[in-house]
């Protein structure tokens, strides 16, 4: 039985059995010695393809390349199928080394992840605030989690959570040239009124009741009556002479830091005073978590300190000071949460599980994290109770 060819093909050229890729990776397998059965009736298409492969190998081999292209036999598909496997593996071992890095931290510092859960150490948000410019317009919010504040986290259910800590808290601003001052007198203004803050507010020293030798440094002895007054205060204070007013200090005796970070919050500005007079004014708050003295007891206590100052830097070449000296044109304070009527010259912090030591509170009740409303002075005296710690 003859076959007829289909029309517009040459009778010297039947009908293939394989299609052009079949075929030429039967010729590819075969130059490589492979066992794979010959197609039926080779036409002049077939010795056509193995020319044209021969002289691609003889190319391939001039120009020191491989001859045979990475996955030709598995096809595009397969190719995609394997390109999808490699990037897969690629992406899990990225995935491995990521997730090993995390174990790491986490064992290293469990409060990273457990911070971000409710309960982990207060919850809600623990993206540090920004700086302070200004008074904000209100009070801060209560922070989510009702846990009680513990050694590990003194500040759990405060707002000072998010607060920066220490020294670093109190940033320095921009300085500018300032009644006849120029900017580098501004700036060594803005220094040394960090300074002050610094060693009166947070000296671990001065917060044991030691003496504030690098805070008295910073004032000039020729303000008149100031470092007699301040010096009286710390060596026999008494509710005329309170060195609270200028000092943070607890009896060592009775409670010391928990741990060794305290919470800030706060803002200097400037300001032009007479001819040859920079002003610094500076509001700070500042959040102490305390632990009792003696024993073990896992109990927190904050006290919460906020302090209004404004200093100046006289020019020499005008006011008979000293240069290099800041001079106190006032300071005011505001504790929170310690004994009422004790004028010993040491913040008593109260702890939830005593009584309070001292006088009744009479004042009214306050925020104190509340830095909404300026600091005066002329608020009331009366002690009063705080709405929060």
């Known amino acids: ?144 989690g009702s846990e009680r504040a513990t050694r590990e986290h003194p500040f759990r259910g405060s707002p000072a959570e998010r607060w920066a800590e220490g020294a670093d808290a109190i940033e320095i601003p921009q300085a500018k040239a300032l009644s006849g001052m120029s900017e580098d007198d501004v700036a060594f203004a803005l220094r040394r009124t960090k300074e002050l803050l610094v060693a009166a507010n947070l000296d671990p020293a001065v917060l044991r009741g030691e003496w504030p030798g690098k805070a008295l440094a910073v004032l000039d002895p020729k303000q008149p009556e100031l470092l007699p007054k301040l010096r009286r205060s710390l060596s026999e204070p008494d509710a005329e002479h309170d060195p609270l007013r200028l000092f943070t200090r607890f009896d060592p005796a009775e409670a010391r830091l928990a741990g060794d970070v305290v919470k800030v919050r706060g803002h200097m500005t400037l300001a032009a005073g007479k001819p040859g007079v920079v002003k610094v004014n500076a509001d700070y708050t500042f959040v102490y978590p305390l632990v009792r003295a003696h024993g073990d007891d896992d109990r927190v206590a904050r006290t919460i300190v906020r302090r209004v100052l404004t200093l100046t830097l006289n020019d020499p070449a005008r006011w008979d000071v000293t240069e290099g000296k800041l001079l106190v044109e006032k300071y005011f304070s505001e504790h929170g949460n310690t004994s009422c009527g004790v004028h010993d010259g040491y913040l008593h912090p109260g702890f939830a599980d005593a009584a309070a030591d001292g006088d009744p509170a009479t004042g009214p009740l306050t925020d104190p994290y509340d830095r909404s409303q300026p600091l005066t002075g002329a608020e009331s005296g009366d002690c009063g109770r705080v709405t929060r710690t």
């Not at 059995?17 to 039926?40: C, H, I, T, Y």
């Open 1 to 144: 039985m003859s076959t007829v060819p289909p029309p517009g093909r040459p009778d010297d050229d039947p009908a293939p059995s394989l299609s052009d890729e079949q075929l030429e990776s039967f010729l590819r397998e075969a130059a490589e010695g492979g066992g794979a059965a010959a197609p039926k009736e080779p036409s002049a298409r077939a010795r056509m393809v193995a020319r044209r492969l021969r002289e691609e190998d003889e190319a391939a081999r001039r120009e020191q390349r491989p001859t045979t292209p990475p996955g030709w036999r598995t096809g595009p598909a397969a190719r995609a199928g394997n390109d999808r496997r490699t990037r897969r593996r690629g992406v899990g071992a990225v995935v491995g080394v990521v997730t090993l890095a995390v174990l790491a931290v986490v064992a290293v510092r469990p409060s990273l992840v457990l911070d971000l859960f409710p309960g982990g150490d207060g919850g809600g948000s623990r993206k540090p605030l920004a700086a302070e410019t200004a008074l904000p317009t209100g009070a801060p919010g209560e922070a989510a």
